[in-house]
């Protein structure tokens, strides 16, 4: 979920964040959050009260969440205590008000549709092919993408039957396939776009997603013929994928004269949100 979606969700409070440039991640002003959701006249109060009851509960939202700077009321910079978005909705489950009604309900729906997906597959694929369409992407931008997410799960299949875990590893290896076939590490990369949480496939052009598609079936159908064990052939067949896909772009981009892994965005071709919204009522 991204910065703004997640604040959507508390209408028009302010809710102070800070970006973790390190850990790619969100995160929120708890006091905010209690402001927000509550009729409270001193949210700080008020959390100080929840904070001391889900201790007592051994609730880890409080055990994991910590202090970070941020500009108050005053225009001083004071420590406060914040949470990212994982931490935030568990906080917003602890809170009993009216206001956080939505959010639960929200959240419910999110968890079922989840469970769905787990259950039957395709209905995630149908639910993303939606969600790219309300969003104004182009049908031929669609199949692509679709397309790339039958490749990545080829790929995280191929490495999970290798030995390697979700997670650390997949992080990793995706990174040497990345920075191989693009010359850039994918923090480096969603930095070149302007991205911070959002999806850097999602944000890819049509040559972009057809070279990084190309870079991991590679060291896929490389993967299944060496079988590789350990995370040093994993890597090794990894950056050998990469580098079909690296060909492919070298030889692209000398017929083109010009780069072809820029800053553009696919969603710089999107209509404006307005225009999507129009559509959607007419529907």
Same mark, same amino acid.
């Given at each position: 979920?991204?910065?703004?979606?997640?604040?959507?969700?508390?209408?028009?409070?302010?809710?102070?964040?800070?970006?973790?440039?390190?850990?790619?991640?969100?995160?929120?002003?708890?006091?905010?959050?209690?402001?927000?959701?509550?009729? !409270?006249?001193?949210?700080?109060?008020?959390?100080?009260?929840?904070?001391?009851?889900? &201790?007592?509960?051994?609730?880890?939202?409080?055990?994991?969440?910590?202090?970070?700077?941020?500009?108050?009321?005053?225009?001083?910079?004071?420590?406060?205590?914040?949470?990212?978005?994982?931490?935030?909705?568990?906080?917003?489950? !602890?809170?009993?008000?009216?206001?956080?009604?939505?959010?639960?309900?929200?959240?419910?729906?999110?968890? %079922?549709?989840?469970?769905?997906?787990?259950?039957?597959?395709?209905?995630?694929?149908?639910?993303?092919?939606?969600?790219?369409?309300?969003?104004?992407?182009?049908?031929?931008?669609?199949?692509?993408?679709? %397309?790339?997410?039958?490749?990545? &799960?080829?790929?995280?299949?191929?490495?999970?039957?290798?030995?390697?875990?979700?997670?650390?590893?997949?992080?990793?290896?995706?990174?040497?396939?990345?920075?191989?076939?693009?010359?850039?590490?994918? %923090?480096?990369?969603?930095?070149?776009?302007?991205?911070?949480?959002?999806?850097?496939?999602?944000?890819?052009?049509?040559?972009?997603?057809?070279?990084?598609?190309?870079?991991?079936?590679?060291?896929?159908?490389? !993967?299944?013929?060496?079988?590789?064990?350990?995370?040093?052939?994993?890597?090794?067949?990894? &950056?050998?994928?990469?580098?079909?896909?690296?060909?492919?772009?070298?030889?692209?981009?000398?017929?083109?004269?010009?780069?072809?892994?820029?800053?553009?965005?696919?969603?710089?071709?999107?209509?404006?949100?307005?225009?999507?919204?129009?559509?959607?009522?007419?529907?």
């Amino acid at each position: 979920m991204t910065m703004q979606e997640a604040l959507k969700l508390f209408g028009n409070s302010r809710i102070r964040t800070a970006w973790d440039d390190e850990k790619e991640e969100w995160f929120f002003s708890v006091v905010d959050i209690c402001g927000a959701l509550t009729e !409270s006249k001193d949210p700080a109060a008020y959390w100080r009260k929840l904070k001391q009851r889900l &201790k007592a509960e051994g609730n880890e939202t409080v055990t994991n969440c910590h202090g970070l700077k941020m500009r108050a009321s005053d225009g001083r910079l004071r420590l406060t205590d914040v949470v990212n978005t994982e931490q935030a909705f568990r906080l917003i489950q !602890s809170i009993p008000s009216k206001k956080a009604e939505p959010f639960k309900q929200w959240m419910a729906m999110v968890a %079922k549709e989840r469970i769905d997906a787990i259950q039957n597959p395709e209905l995630s694929i149908q639910q993303a092919v939606n969600d790219y369409r309300r969003l104004g992407y182009s049908e031929s931008w669609i199949n692509q993408r679709i %397309k790339s997410i039958e490749i990545r &799960k080829a790929l995280t299949d191929e490495w999970k039957r290798s030995g390697m875990s979700e997670g650390r590893d997949f992080a990793l290896l995706t990174d040497i396939i990345t920075k191989e076939w693009s010359s850039l590490t994918t %923090k480096e990369y969603k930095r070149l776009k302007g991205l911070k949480k959002e999806s850097l496939r999602d944000n890819m052009t049509n040559v972009e997603i057809a070279l990084n598609s190309l870079a991991e079936a590679s060291a896929t159908e490389l !993967s299944k013929q060496r079988s590789p064990k350990g995370f040093r052939e994993n890597s090794k067949t990894a &950056k050998d994928g990469g580098s079909v896909a690296k060909a492919a772009r070298k030889k692209l981009e000398s017929q083109l004269g010009r780069k072809v892994v820029t800053s553009e965005k696919a969603s710089d071709y999107l209509p404006p949100a307005q225009d999507i919204e129009a559509i959607e009522e007419k529907e």
